[in-house]
Each structure stands twice: as C-alpha cells, then as structure tokens.
C-alpha cells in the first residue's frame, strides 16, 4: 500500500508540474488570454511594462537600463505593443494580433554599446541549449535608444528550441562576447 501511495505522490508531483509549466512560452495563444495580455499591457503603459512582474522574467541582463535583451514570445510581444499603443488611448486591432498569432517566429531583443554596432553584422545572436546551437533567421537594428546602446533583434524560429529548457544567449560583437542565462520556461 505504501509503495502505491508513494508512485501516486510521484505521479501526482510530476503531472502538477507538467501542467504548471505548460503556461510557459506559448506557441499558440487562446482568445482569453490574448485578451488578458492586452489588458496587462494597458494596465502598465508605456516603459513601465518592463518592470512588470511578467516582463521581468522574460529580461536578461540589465535590460532595459543597461546591456542585456528580452525574449519576445507572442505573449510578451502582445503586452509590449499593448503598453505602447496604450500611451496613445490605442487597442491592438484584429489585424495585429493575428499576425502575432500566425507568426512561426519569436525576437530576442539584446543591448550592446553603440560603437561596438555600426551595422546589424555587427552583432551576432546566438541561443544554446545544452549541445544544440540555434542560429537566427535575421539580425536588425531595433528602435533607436537615448542613451549609449544600441538595440538589436535577432528572429528565431520556435520549433528550433526547447521551450521549457535553460538557454544560453551569446552576444557577439566586434570587441567583445557576452553570455547570459534564462529559462525559457518561466518566459510567457
């Protein structure tokens, strides 16, 4: 009987476990929650909603005050854009969120120092995973910043990582690397 109780406790752990950790960077967003997002992005408008609780998970670094990134799943991108436009008395429109919904990819925003930056070749992102190392499809400049960094996005394909594992993020410039650590599992 104990040996019983003792596999259902196991059972019982790991299934919770599952459950709570399939809220973790989403692939497919329900309506509900596409809903709740938006209204968490208007609720910290503007620069405020990095330094919300959920966006804070999704940043490395010192981002946004200093060098350092943010991983920009759907849900993230959704309370971002929603933040932003609420500044402005704006909703997103049927239009932006389904392209949020359609899209196959997610961005990785990072920090560097302007002169280490003068074209986006500039900069390589790259995401590693235990022995796997997942390259971008695409590396841009992002919105141009006030202070000395310059923002740069990197787009990365969902099905080439791990949602639920430890990633590592290298930042490669001309004159320096940098590695950083996040678990893609507590990212929305």
Sequence with gaps: MRFIKWHLGI????FFGIVAMSEAFEIK???????????????????EIFYSPILKSACFGKYPDGEGGLIM????????????MALNDKTLTKDDIKEIEESTSF?????VPEDYAEAPEDVQIMLKQET????????VFGMKR???????????????????ASTAIIVRTRKVQKKYTIDFSYVK
């Design 107 to 111: 961005d990785v925003v990072v920090t």
């Design 11 to 14: 059972v019982g752990v790991a």
């Design 29 to 47: 967003l329900k309506q509900e929650k596409i809903a709740e997002v938006a209204e968490y992005g208007k609720k910290y408008k503007g620069k």
């Design 73 to 84: 799943s759907k849900y993230i991108k959704i309370a971002v854009i929603s933040a932003m």
């Design 146 to 164: 006030k202070d000395k960094l310059r923002s740069v996005v990197s787009t990365f394909q969902y099905e080439k990582v791990n949602p639920k």
């Design 132 to 139: 796997n190392n997942i390259l971008p499809l695409k590396t």
